[in-house]
């Protein structure tokens, strides 16, 4: 019998939600549940192109709230991508797996070579995102954990 985590997701509000029914390790470079966290949430957000805010911490932990979440126990990412269009891959080899979602932001996409130094500085303004969620039910070192997304 294979063992894996009870996980579950959904997009609903605009917003990718993932679940687990038992405390996953994390490390996440996310505005809410960064660093090493125990976690059961994750939430992918799409903000809008236009969302400027001062509290953006503040903004996620009450988003967490409202799917009924603790912040300190989720991972809150935003994004201006439609985070319908997600990407979903698995793969599995006897009894290891591994779930894998991202949301790449490609709007300002550009070409390598093909900005001018005065269109750059636009870009440092307003960056893509690429928003890259890894789970799976192999013991990974710390090391490994930060290998698996470089």
């Keep these: 019998m294979k063992s894996k985590a009870a996980l579950s997701w959904q997009v609903n509000r ?3 939600q993932i679940q687990s029914t038992r405390p996953l390790r994390s490390l996440s470079s996310a505005i809410v549940g ?10 992918n957000v799409d903000v809008g192109m236009s969302y400027e805010s001062t509290v953006p911490v503040q903004d996620m932990e009450n988003i967490c709230r409202s799917f009924c979440a603790l912040p300190q126990h989720s991972v809150g990412l935003m994004t201006a991508v439609d985070v319908e269009n997600y ?3 698995e793969e599995e080899y006897e009894d290891q797996w591994v779930r894998v ?6 709007t300002n996409a550009a070409e390598a070579g093909s900005v001018s130094k005065e269109e750059q500085k636009d870009f440092a303004c307003t960056p893509g995102t690429i928003n890259t969620i890894i789970i799976t039910n192999a013991a990974l070192t710390e090391g490994a954990f930060v290998n698996s997304v470089m």
């Design 101 to 106: 979602w991202v949301t790449v932001g490609v």
């Design 87 to 89: 990407c979903f891959l």
């Design 14 to 16: 605009n917003c990718l």
């Design 34 to 43: 960064g660093s090493w966290q125990q976690i059961q949430h994750i939430f």
